[in-house]
Structure formats: structure tokens, C-alpha cells
């Protein structure tokens, strides 16, 4: 039975407009028909005393009656409120939408409220149950809907979690969803230990895989992940991070839940997602297909998604039909039909075939589809390649002139100064990566990224549509333009060679402290490995220059964060890189000690689900302190405590195939499982370029804030085009 609610408080008390009671409210001094406005007045008698007094109680009656009458009409419109939502249950098959208020604040509305209820619903005489569906009818829960999202828009063969109460029947649902029990479509679930490790780990697996998912509680799980998050928004890796949250009927019931502020709001946390990502919401009944339709398409286009879900609607059932019928079709690809936008690709064409053209390649080009792009467009230029140092891994060293860090490398810096054209792909200059915007950007420059495409301050392209697949499209466009490759590439504004190797300060020789180990040796002894493919996940600091000294073979890989540049992500983050690999290749993390008091807790994951990561070494460098602090302002507070690294792993039962840490000369020896090496550095063991980049980035902080921005700055930093 479905009635509407206009008849159901008709059932009740007979006819009441809502749009009278609503206007009685919002006025409720308005005097009703057949009543006069205002209290009554008292005739004047012969005492004055005497009428006075006998109009201040006609006063005060009359305003009693009219605040009964307020109170009365509230109550009207909470009730028709109420009734509104059973009628939408009714309609939308919602069970237990509709809560009744307590007798103690509304004991006559309350009993009125049953007897809607009750007329609304004969079978459970108050609480609206939903109809059984149509046998023809085909529904999709939430939770096989967010099935169907993690293996055919993200292709994922791991999903990371971290119980919680209020994600617990989650967990059992996507537990049902083993590989072994879903013929080859399940999902395996890895456990964490916390919601940062997870959410860096997620971040790794992104960055090898493509895209990553991670499962959260609400509050203090969802706000303790929000910085690793946070930076794999930074850096344009694709992760969903669904967080499982208290039920629906909570806020508009005025409960106070836990892993709240200890108030009734409870969407506090999608708004401070809101502010990182460009896709953060709640899903509800009433519009669970639209954003159902919203998340699928923020992911197709490689968009960062929080996903909130009420605890109450994971196994609720949607019609699939609707759901079908509210999805969109896919973004357009990027068209050439656009005159201004063929014109420009056949003058680019042009431009890259010019001697004196230059290309730099950023940390946007690292995802799988836009390397492959990028390696073809440089086997068809015959002229200068260079990478930004984030960039460092998406060409091998072969195929480019060297690594563009202004300050840092000289040689680098004086070829593009005499370029005439440099065309810049995937990048976003940061003051680390330009050693406080030290670099070239030209009126005449280029620049192609996933914010569209710019020659000087003029936008020749940008579709908003496109999300963060735009610069696959740009670049696949750019390719089928170029004529084949040539026979022989002529030498252009340098040499070929790779990143120049650090030895130290000459006049403070670094010495070996144990085992003859210094930065230079690691570094070293990497570039000469022959096994087989390298993926280098390197930490903030002296790890960054330490693994900008390995020579890159084709097929390597190097992973930083430099952008976010938050310390203590490359452990985790290469836990999760090491499993997304299939292909055999090792995953090796280069870490700092400091960096890894922050998330040793990460080895505990990686012992744990060893059977999914047997292709993991990590490096970690003892200096004790933190050397890329120091190189910025070296102060006493940079020195940190010592632990026993190599107890702690094996504590956490890490170590395999040896008794202790294995000595770091035996790093290239093929090995599967798990190694740990722990390779003591003296503090003075410091590149140059650390020293280099260091005085520049202190020079850029301590520098008063007197001239005015110019427009490049405003294009280089990140900001969305218009």
C-alpha cells in the first residue's frame, strides 16, 4: 500500500495544507480566519489599577495560546516531514526509513505518528518494510556493484583494508570474493596495520598496477589515511578509497556516534576530503545511482575518489536496469578536428624534428600507457631528450641527454638555455624539482599535460572532459603525426650520458664506516647489476640522489615522490609496488633511517603476505640523521635515536633465506623472498647535489616575499587552466 503523504495526514486529522501550516509557521503571529491579529484588549474601566492588570493576563493568555499554536504547528510540519519520507520509502523500497520521535518530546505528535506509520504500513503496524522486488526484476547490491568496479574499471587482483566496526559485514562480504572461490574474477584482501601505511601501500600498488583501492572506517580511519591519500592526488596516481560509515538514518535521528567530534554532523569528513580530491561524496538512497554513474566515470578518467558508504546500504539492493540506464557514455577522446588544435600537432610535429628542439619529460609520463607513448614519440625524435628528476625512470639513460635540475646539473641547465624551443611533457615544476623555480619557461616554450596544452600564456586545448586521461590522448595524437624513426639520431646540444655521479666533497673525502660502504658504491653496484629489470621505489632525501646515480636500463623503472615528498612513504609504497608486479622483476626500496622509524610497521605486512610479495629488498641507509634536513639547515634536532634495524626485522620475521642482514654486496644476486640490508654511511657521506639543491631551496624559503609573481609561476605550479 502507497499512499501519498498529503492523504496520510488527511487520514490522520482530516485536510491540512502544508503550504498554510508551512506560512502559519514562518509567521505565526498571522491571525487565522475568522480571528483578529494581536491579543485581545481589555475594555477601560473605572479603576485604571484594576483594567491594567486584566489586560496584562489577556496578554499573556493570548501569547500562550499563540506559542501552543507555534509549538502545534511545528509538530504539523515534522510530522508531514516524516510522512514525506515514508511515502519515499514506500516508493523506493527503503526498509526502516522513517524514525519515530520520542513520546517524552512529542507525546500527542508522537501517537499520531504511529497511527501514520501504522496506516502506512498494516504488516509491522510502524515500521515500513520494503516490497518484495519483481521476480523479473534484476538488483545489484552495493557491495557486488563495488566488485564489479575494482576488476573491470581498475583491473585490481588486491584490495587493502583496515577492520573497523563499522566496516566489518563489509569486510565478510568482500571476503566472499576470493580468487580461489570466484573462478579467477576474486579479489584477495591484504590486512594492514594502520590507515597510513595502507594508504601509502595503495600508492605503490597504483603506480605499478594503474589504479589501487583501500577500505577504511569511518573518522579515524578515513582522516588517519588522508595524507598518503593526499599525496597520490599530488602526484596523479589513481586510487579509491571507499570508507564505511555509520548508517543513514544517524544524523537525521540527532544521534551522537562514536568516531565522531561528538556532534550529530556526520559529513565532516567527505567535506575535508572534498578539499583534496575533485571527487569526494556520501552515498545516499536517493541518489545512489547518480553517484554510482559519478564514481564509475571519476575512475575511467584516472580521477582519486572517496567514497563514503552508509554501513546500512553495503547489501542494499538497486535495480540494475536503472542503474544501466543513468550510466553515461564514456569521455570523448580528444578530436584533431578542432583547426587550431590540427594546426598546432602538425607545427609540433615540426618542432621536434628541429635540432634545436628540446624535450623534457615529468612525473606525469610514469603511468604505464603514457611510458609506452612517450618511449615511442623518443625513438621517432632525433635530437635532445631530457627528464625532470621525478622523471628520472621513464626513459633508460640511452635514450636521453641527461636529467634537467637547474643548479644541480650545470651541463643540463646550459643546453636547454640554448634551445630554442623546449617542449615540456607531463611536468609540474615545484621549487624542489627547479631548486626554487630556477628553470626556463619561455614565451615560445610548450607545455603538454593533463591540465590541457599552453604555448607561452595562450591555451591552445583544454576539455575538461577528458579528467586525467587527457594527456594519453594528446600524446596519441602527437605519435600517429611523426614520421617513422630515423636510421641514426644526430648528435644534438650534448652528449649522451647519464646522471653524473656523486663523489663526495673534495675536501671532506668520505670514508667507508662498515664493510666499505658508502652512497657512491650503492649506486654503483646497481648500475652494474645483470639480472633482471630494476624497480627502484627511492625515499625522500640522500635515497633521492643515491638512486639519481643509478643508470637506468631499458625496462627499469624509478619511483619518488618528490612532489608531496612526504618521508616514510617509499616502504610501504614499494610493499605494494613488489605485488603489483607480475613479470618476476624485483622491487627494490632505498630508504633512509629516519624515513623509516615513521613505517617500519609495513614490514610486519609484508611478512605476513609473503605468498603475494617474494620479490622485495630493502636498502636502508644508517646515517643517523636527517641528511636532506641538514643539507636545507643543518641544526642539532636533525640527529636522530639508532635502533637495531636488523633485530627489528627479523623481529617481524621479514629477513629470509639468511640469519641476519645480508651483506649489501649481495644486493645483485638473484634471490626470492624477502632481504633486508642494512648498510652503515658515515653523516659527511653526502652528494654534491644535495649539498647544491640544499643551499638553493634555503635561499628560495629565507628569501622575502618582495617581487610579484609572474605568469609563468602561475603556470608551472600546478593550477588548473581556465
Not at 36 to 61: M, Q
Not at 222 to 240: K, M, P, Q, R
Not at 425 to 448: A, E, P, W
Request: glycine share 8%; proline share 5%; hydrophobic share 35%.
Amino acid at each position: 500500500m502507497s499512499l501519498c503523504p498529503t492523504a496520510l495526514l488527511r487520514r490522520r486529522r482530516g485536510p491540512q495544507p502544508w503550504s498554510s501550516a508551512c506560512r502559519t509557521l514562518q509567521n505565526p503571529l498571522k491571525a487565522a480566519p475568522g480571528q483578529t491579529r494581536g491579543p485581545p484588549v481589555s475594555a477601560p474601566t473605572a479603576s485604571g489599577h484594576c483594567a491594567k492588570e486584566r489586560a496584562v493576563r489577556g496578554e499573556k493568555r493570548a501569547l500562550a495560546r499563540l506559542q501552543r499554536r507555534r509549538t502545534r504547528l511545528a509538530d504539523d510540519v515534522r510530522c508531514i516531514s516524516y510522512a514525506r519520507d515514508i511515502h519515499t520509502a514506500q516508493q523506493t523500497k527503503c526498509a526502516h526509513a522513517v524514525r519515530v520521535p520520542e513520546a517524552s518530546r512529542m507525546p500527542k505528535q508522537g501517537a499520531r505518528l504511529q497511527h501514520v506509520l501504522a496506516v502506512g504500513c498494516d504488516e509491522c503496524g510502524g515500521s515500513v518494510k520494503p516490497a518484495a522486488a519483481p521476480q523479473h526484476a534484476e538488483t545489484l547490491r552495493v557491495h557486488e556493484w563495488l566488485h564489479t568496479i575494482y576488476k573491470e574499471v581498475l583491473q585490481l587482483n588486491h584490495v587493502f583494508a583496515l577492520p573497523g566496526d563499522y566496516n566489518l559485514a563489509y569486510l565478510d562480504l568482500l571476503a566472499k570474493h576470493k580468487p580461489a572461490e570466484s573462478n579467477g574474477k576474486g579479489i584477495t584482501s591484504i590486512y594492514c596495520t594502520n590507515e597510513l601505511n595502507m594508504g601509502y601501500m595503495a600508492d605503490g600498488y597504483a603506480r605499478a598496477n594503474g589504479a589501487a583501492c583501500f577500505v577504511t572506517t569511518f573518522g579515524v580511519g578515513a582522516l588517519s589515511a588522508i595524507n598518503a591519500f593526499a599525496g597520490s592526488v599530488c602526484e596523479d596516481v589513481t586510487v579509491l578509497h571507499v570508507s564505511i560509515g555509520p548508517r543513514s538514518c544517524e544524523t537525521a535521528s540527532n544521534h551522537v556516534v562514536h568516531h565522531t567530534l561528538g556532534i550529530t554532523d556526520t559529513e565532516y569528513v567527505v567535506r575535508a576530503y572534498a578539499q583534496v580530491c575533485p571527487v569526494a561524496l556520501r552515498m545516499s538512497k536517493h541518489n545512489a545511482y547518480s553517484d554510482m554513474r559519478r564514481v564509475k566515470r571519476a575512475l575511467e578518467q584516472k580521477t582519486c575518489v572517496y567514497l563514503e558508504i552508509p554501513m546500512d546500504l553495503v547489501d542494499f539492493p538497486f535495480s540494475k536496469a536503472e542503474l544501466v540506464k543513468h550510466e553515461q557514455p564514456k569521455a570523448r577522446a580528444a578530436s584533431l578536428q578542432d583547426g587550431r588544435l590540427l594546426s598546432f600537432v602538425d607545427r609540433l610535429c615540426n618542432l621536434l624534428n628541429q635540432p634545436k628542439t628540446a624535450i623534457v619529460l615529468g612525473h606525469q609520463c610514469q603511468d604505464k600507457d603514457t611510458r609506452k607513448l612517450v618511449r615511442s614519440i623518443v625513438d621517432r625524435v632525433p635530437h635532445n631528450v631530457y627528464t625532470l628528476p621525478n622523471a628520472h625512470g621513464v626513459i633508460a639513460n640511452a635514450l636521453r641527454q641527461g636529467v634537467y635540475w637547474p643548479r644541480v646539473e650545470e651541463k643540463s641547465d646550459t643546453a636547454l638555455g640554448s634551445a630554442d624551443v623546449v617542449v615540456y611533457i607531463g611536468c609540474v615544476f615545484t621549487d624542489y624539482n627547479t631548486s626554487g623555480f630556477k628553470h626556463r619557461f619561455q614565451t615560445n616554450d610548450i607545455l603538454i599535460s593533463k591540465q590541457g596544452i599552453r604555448e607561452g600564456t595562450a591555451t591552445l586545448h583544454h576539455d575538461a572532459s577528458l579528467g586525467g586521461t587527457a594527456l594519453v590522448h594528446y600524446l596519441t595524437n602527437i605519435r600517429d603525426r611523426l614520421p617513422k624513426a630515423p636510421q641514426s639520431k644526430p648528435r644534438g646540444l650534448c652528449s649522451p650520458r647519464g646522471f653524473t655521479v656523486s663523489r663526495g666533497s673534495p675536501e671532506q673525502p668520505v670514508a667507508p664506516v662498515k664493510d666499505g660502504a658508502t652512497l657512491q658504491g650503492i649506486s654503483k653496484l646497481l648500475s652494474n647489476r645483470k639480472s633482471r629489470s630494476l624497480h627502484l621505489v627511492a625515499e625522500t632525501g640522500t635515497s633521492w640522489f643515491t638512486g639519481f646515480n643509478v643508470r637506468m636500463h631499458p625496462g627499469d623503472c624509478f619511483i619518488v615522490q618528490m612532489q608531496y615528498g612526504s618521508i616514510g612513504w617509499s616502504l610501504p609504497a614499494s610493499i605494494g609496488y613488489a605485488m603489483a608486479l607480475d613479470n618476476g622483476d624485483r622491487c627494490v626500496c632505498l630508504i633512509g633511517d629516519g624515513s623509516f622509524q615513521l613505517t617500519a610497521q609495513a614490514l610486519a605486512t609484508a611478512a605476513r603476505y609473503r605468498q603475494h610479495i617474494n620479490n622485495l629488498d630493502v636498502v636502508l641507509v644508517n646515517n643517523g640523521r636527517y641528511v636532506i634536513e641538514d643539507a636545507i639547515h643543518r641544526r642539532d634536532y636533525n640527529k636522530i635515536s639508532c635502533w637495531d634495524y636488523s633485530e627489528f626485522a627479523k623481529s617481524v620475521k621479514f629477513v629470509t633465506d639468511t640469519n641476519g642482514p645480508s651483506p649489501w654486496r649481495d644486493l645483485n644476486q638473484a634471490a626470492d623472498g624477502h632481504r633486508f640490508f642494512e648498510v652503515h654511511v658515515h653523516e659527511s657521506d653526502v652528494p654534491g647535489q644535495l649539498k647544491t639543491w640544499g643551499r638553493s631551496v634555503h635561499k628560495y624559503n629565507t628569501s622575502p616575499c618582495t617581487r610579484a609573481v609572474p605568469w609563468d609561476d602561475r603556470l608551472v605550479g600546478g593550477l588548473a587552466l581556465d
